[in-house]
């Protein structure tokens, strides 16, 4: 049975056509130099090293893509087959040149990033919040860009909003996916942080933590719970409320600005 690519059928589509649309010839590892501006990912060492064992005995299987730079050549995407094919002792490499312009050359970056299979979920989610950010995608036109759904991309931009030593957890893999969607729905870094020492020291599962979040949440003395629960059902984040002398605040979280336009777009309809 095939694999099913949780990051978007449309990847290699795209990628595949920007490289049909050129032709391939050897050029020179000295005429060649990386993008300082692309949005390169934390590269293994010993990936770099298997890499380049791989290429001692087979080559470069798959054409870097280049853009002309003054009297060089600048990366578009395939630094980690430059950078094994260097270490392998090749002289040249084949490539193929594309005529693109900054912006362009990001966006084709950012779309081979996404292909690696060794990502991690923060690092998916600083790649979709870069297309949101730099380019101005809103998460909808993203998802048909791609080919995944827009709640994909909404559940991956929420992880960015977790404290920074959670993050670093999730890189390390000692916490999944899982666990970093429920954390983030908890109401503060304290309450994260207990949930993460009882996940840690038990090894519990993303079903259990849901049930303990869950319980966590209506074991709160709050008159209010049930109209933040039913707005969070309504609007699909989270939402808090709080009271007192007769007054209060209704506070609704978003995390890009496509999701502020999704909210507004749900209230007004109302």
Known sequence: MLKKDPLGKGLSAILKDVEEKGT????PV??????PTQPRLLIKEDSLVELAASIREKGVLQPLLLRKDGKGYEIIAGERRFRAAVMAGLREVPAIIKDVDEK???EIALIENLQREDLNPIEIASV???FIEDFSYTQEKLAKK???DRATISNFVRLL???EWIKQLIREAKLTQGHARVLVTLKNEAEQKKFVEKILKENIS?????REAKKKSYDRQSQFSNVEESLKEVLGTRVDITFKQNKGKIIIEFYSKDDLQRIVEII???
């Open 161 to 163: 909003k977790l404290p």
């Open 146 to 148: 791609i080919g995944i």
């Open 24 to 27: 391939s010839k050897l050029i």
């Open 128 to 130: 979709y919040e870069r």
């Open 104 to 106: 362009e050359s990001a």
């Open 268 to 270: 007004s309809n109302d």
């Open 206 to 210: 993303v079903r259990d933590l849901e």
């Open 30 to 35: 000295e005429e060649i130099t990386p993008n």
